[in-house]
């Protein structure tokens, strides 16, 4: 990759011929589909949806994050249903915002007739409510003058799938399918269709318009009934500023004051609304088959737990003072350790998990869905789950140690089950894994995984010494150093002054010289100290030849082939992991002048993909958990360092 330009991988400069995302020619698979970045989020902490700026409902999966569809236009325009409001006139402004300090999402449209805002929320009344109903609710009001507005509502169950039929209900319809039941109420009368409810409707100054749909009878075998009041606009104002004090009063408890402070807090209500309250369980990402190359196949299914994602934005929330949802997936983390035993060679734990705690993911390819913009195969499940992954030892055990000695601290049986994986661990660390990038070509010795080894018994050692509790010291300390003293020998070449993603074969050998972005985080988990000149000649190669203006790519795929076809973008983690790493090794002007440049490709409302492509388009799964918890990571440690 020397001596050459990184965006080449992704196709070079961009050609004359070559049409931009949102400016589609007529039959260009890109028609018909917003951005991804043109989207908001909503959620009530067990599934949620994605409203664009053009106040279509593309993607809501219900009555949970892992459930089939109910709307998903976004994966397919013809098959996948959507929800639309939006004027009947020929030419209109949008623009969105989210309620300050909520996740109540605000559409609003502008026209020289009027201006109408929607209001997209799912009400949450309290924490933790035995009794919640899961609802999605739009409040259409007129703020100025006078304009007619269409609606469409048209579900398409289980991915498509599934049949359903139409029924009358008092003040609506229902949608009645196989597996789910959704209780549409409205305040205008709908019209009905073979498989749709839609109406034009004329919407005069300072009057509401109400829409709540509800889900029963879901996937997760739930039997509730809908409330069986009729829609009302002081229902709907109640429920309102119940979810606004919800937010509220949860984002009261962050202890961050610091520069950053409305991307912080976004990006928290962001993790938090990636949390499912019931389990503790924190999902990577509430989408799937969002591609890393539009066109491309790399295109997979994010509404799972990650291991290592959920450890690090265990961290962030503890870093902010989040301790109850720090808790809350320590309990589901403990009922994965409690007697977890290897399998094969994967490990006694998976790599992720689905919400209620089931490890067998495979993957199904939904062949009747085009996928975004013509990006196939559409895929559910995810066959990562099967690797093995040796870093995530490491991230588990440095959460559970931040979680001990912040928290409330582990309990005796959760310690004696972190013994028993550390005993696995001690016997399995110097093996080839697919580490932290899930790559498909085949079982490396990967160093970020060595050093996430060490990791994982350094914290065990500290844990065991802070709280006296019982562990072969003198052994874990010499499978310790052993760690430290390979990755030293052969993580380290010596050639080039940078330590590469590869392990040599042996001592004295030189490492092939291909470069990882995770090895950014060498000083943030101890193992070396940000200013030892290896790390900082490290720091200095990834900078001329992974970096371009902030943004980092993972590494070269051409260097190191990861049995993929196709390209991919930048990974936004790995951005906010530059900056941090910036600050750490004292060159705090150029990590806050790549902070900010970051936060120019957040979206409209401060949401990450997974990936930032050519031209600062978003790409992969939207938005990411492991995005957000390292712009809270990057912000706070960069405040730190400028004092």
Request: proline share 5%.
């Amino acid at each position: 990759m020397r001596g050459r330009d990184p965006w080449a991988r992704l196709g070079g400069v961009k050609r004359d011929d070559q049409d931009d995302q949102d400016t589609a020619a007529p039959g260009d698979p890109a028609e018909g589909y917003l951005p991804i970045a043109e989207h908001g989020l909503i959620g009530d902490l067990r599934t949620s949806a994605l409203v664009g700026t053009n106040g279509r409902i593309d993607w809501f999966c219900a009555p949970r994050f892992d459930s089939p569809s109910v709307f998903a236009a976004l994966l397919d325009k013809e098959r996948g249903g959507f929800w639309d409001i939006a004027p009947v006139c020929d030419s209109a402004t949008r623009n969105q915002f989210y309620f300050p300090d909520t996740n109540i999402l605000i559409t609003r449209i502008l026209t020289a007739d009027g201006i109408v805002e929607v209001q997209d929320f799912m009400p949450i009344v309290r924490e933790r409510d035995t009794q919640h109903r899961q609802r999605l609710v739009r409040r259409v009001v007129n703020v100025r003058g006078r304009m007619r507005l269409g609606v469409r509502i048209a579900p398409r169950l289980n991915y498509g799938r599934d049949r359903h039929r139409l029924e009358r209900i008092p003040d609506g319809v229902r949608f009645v399918g196989d597996s789910l039941t959704l209780w549409l109420r409205s305040s205008i009368t709908l019209d009905l269709d073979a498989t749709d409810a839609h109406a034009e409707f004329d919407l005069p100054e300072g009057e509401t318009a109400l829409f709540d749909l509800e889900t029963a009878g879901g996937f997760d075998g739930s039997t509730t009934e809908p409330d069986p009041c009729a829609v009302d606009a002081v229902a709907a104002e109640s429920l309102f500023e119940s979810t606004v004090a919800f937010w509220r009063r949860w984002l009261s408890q962050s202890t961050y004051t610091g520069r950053w402070r409305e991307m912080v807090h976004r990006s928290a209500l962001t993790l938090k609304l990636l949390t499912h309250e019931p389990s503790g369980a924190i999902v990577a990402a509430p989408t799937l088959a969002l591609p890393e190359q539009v066109g491309g196949s790399r295109n997979w299914d994010y509404r799972y737990v990650w291991i290592r994602d959920a450890a690090f934005s265990l961290y962030a929330l503890l870093r902010l003072g989040f301790t109850q949802e720090a808790q809350g997936f320590m309990d589901w983390l403990t009922d994965r350790l409690h007697g977890a035993e290897p399998d094969g060679g994967g490990g006694p734990l998976r790599v992720m998990y689905s919400i209620d705690g089931h490890d067998t993911l495979p993957e199904e390819v939904l062949g009747h869905l085009d996928g975004y913009r013509g990006s196939r195969p559409v895929r559910t499940g995810n066959n990562a789950s099967v690797q093995r992954q040796l870093d995530i030892y490491g991230e588990l055990i440095d959460s559970i140690y931040l979680f001990n000695k912040y928290g409330v601290g582990i309990s005796h049986d959760s310690w004696t089950d972190l013994c028993d994986i550390l005993e696995w661990l001690m016997a399995h660390w110097d093996t080839t894994d697919e580490s932290i990038w899930e790559t498909r070509a085949g079982q490396q010795h990967h160093t970020y995984s060595r050093l996430m080894c060490w990791v994982a018994v350094e914290r065990m050692i500290r844990m065991a010494r802070q709280r006296g509790l019982p562990g072969d010291l003198g052994r874990w300390i010499s499978v310790r150093d052993r760690i430290y003293r390979q990755i030293m020998a052969r993580g380290w070449n010596a050639r080039e002054r940078t330590f590469v993603q590869r392990l040599a074969a042996e001592d004295g050998q030189e490492p092939a010289d291909i470069l990882d972005a995770s090895l950014l985080l060498m000083p943030m988990v101890k193992f070396v100290s940000p200013v030892d000149p290896r790390f900082l000649s490290t720091v200095e190669a990834i900078g001329k030849r992974l970096v371009v203006d902030s943004l980092v790519f993972r590494y070269d795929p051409e260097q190191a082939p990861d049995g993929l076809t196709g390209t991919e973008g930048t990974f936004s983690i790995c951005s906010f992991w530059w900056v941090e790493a910036l600050a750490r090794t004292g060159d705090v002007e150029q990590a806050r002048l790549a902070l900010e440049k970051m936060f120019t490709y957040a979206n409209h409302v401060g949401l990450y993909a997974e990936q930032i492509g050519l031209t600062g388009e978003h790409l992969g799964n939207f938005p990411q958990a492991f995005t957000h918890l390292a712009l809270i990571s990057s912000a706070i440690n960069l405040d730190r360092a400028m004092g």
